[in-house]
């Protein structure tokens, strides 16, 4: 017993001692800091480019577009459809493969000065349709059965979703967008591809591409990414495509709203009624009833959430001329569907980054 002892002691007393220096001992109270997530308000935000979030002339005007209206919130690329990093960053692979492209170079600076002014700050991170990444590294991007890479539609390569490197790049990612102050990380691009000759796809660890297996890929890469980043006080959101709430096959994309609404703080799907077809809900352009589709739509995810417990719904509205004009009214109805919907805030999204005060409340 003796020399059990012996053996024992030595080896918990530094475990043992470590825990007591964790506390304040004249306070008992522990010295280390609590970190928690800060529940966002209800966010009404627009999409920035990093080309306008790095235009200080354009982005002041829109940082007024925000003071003067209801809007309280911005998402900004930091990494985007092209695979190009916006920012100065620490992670070795971004670094090595020269990732960056630095169009914010204030971009630390800036988020501090938005969080003075009460502006809510959302990082938007472009996760597998990522053609830089692939071009690099071939090893980890889609490959076409004909050889070389896989290219969609637009020409764009892609990194396998299967391959679990690219899941820990863009959660580093991720991690430095905490780090520079970011409230929030939105992922976007979480899914296969959905245009191009996707029969010509490999994968390296997919031998059979069926919709089952390519959304148990998905939502094994949600709950890593939640896994990932338990411990930083970061909210995290999911863009997927609005016919997620109304189909749970996957869409051959891999994307299902039960999968993903434990794993994040925020859905939000993408809602445009632009992008439903023709005769959807029974209307000829679903474009011109932006009120009867958003509102149809998001009361479907309501006994998901419950399930699930943990995702509100925050979708992105349309705010860009296509299938029909997009009127300030029809900002508004987008809104008050939203709203009568239950959903918690909403995101604007223009490509181009043009936006006025048609369709918001003014303060």
Do not use: C
């Not at 529940?39 to 003071?67: C, F, H, M, S, W």
């Not at 016919?243 to 609404?261: C, H, K, P, T, Y």
């Not at 479907?300 to 705010?319: C, S, V």
Request: glycine share 6%; no cysteine.
């Amino acid at each position: 017993m003796r020399n059990m002892l012996a053996i024992i002691i030595p080896t918990i007393a530094p475990l043992v001692l470590s825990f007591f220096l964790s506390f304040n001992l004249s306070l008992g109270e522990p010295t280390y800091e609590v970190l928690t997530k800060t529940q966002p308000p209800a966010v009404k935000g627009i999409y920035l480019t990093a080309y306008t979030a790095g235009d200080k002339v354009r982005r002041q005007q829109l940082v007024e577009l925000i003071n003067q209206t209801e809007l309280n919130a911005v998402v900004i690329d930091i990494k985007d459809y092209s695979g190009r990093i916006f920012f100065d960053t620490n992670i070795v692979l971004a670094n090595q493969i020269g990732a960056e492209d630095v169009r914010i170079p204030d971009l630390k600076n800036w988020l501090a000065e938005l969080k003075k002014q009460g502006i809510y700050t959302i990082a938007r991170i472009t996760v597998f349709q990522d053609p830089y990444l692939a071009q690099q590294l071939p090893e980890i991007a889609l490959k076409a059965k004909s050889g070389g890479l896989w290219h969609d539609w637009k020409g764009l390569a892609w990194v396998d979703p299967t391959q679990k490197l690219v899941w820990d790049y863009n959660i580093d990612l991720a991690k430095e967008a905490v780090k520079l102050g970011f409230a929030e990380v939105n992922f976007d691009y979480i899914r296969f591809p959905s245009d191009g000759d996707i029969k010509q796809i490999v994968y390296a660890n997919l031998d059979n591409a069926t919709f089952e297996a390519k959304s148990k890929v998905m939502a094994d890469f949600y709950q890593y990414l939640d896994e990932s980043l338990i411990f930083y006080p970061v909210i995290t959101s999911a863009d997927l495509f609005g016919m997620v709430l109304w189909r749970s096959d996957g869409l051959n994309i891999g994307q299902r709203f039960e999968d993903a609404a434990p794993h994040f703080d925020y859905i939000a799907p993408m809602v445009y009624p632009s992008h439903y077809p023709s005769g959807f809900q029974g209307f000829a352009n679903p474009a011109e009833h932006p009120y009867e589709v958003i509102y149809r739509s998001l009361i479907r995810g309501e006994k998901t959430l419950k399930q699930a417990n943990r995702a509100k719904l925050r979708p992105w509205l349309q705010a860009f001329d296509l299938g029909a004009v997009y009127t300030p009214e029809m900002i508004r109805l987008q809104k008050q569907a939203t709203d009568d919907a239950k959903g918690e805030g909403w995101m604007l999204w223009n490509a181009s980054n043009r936006y006025t005060a048609g369709g918001l409340e003014l303060n």
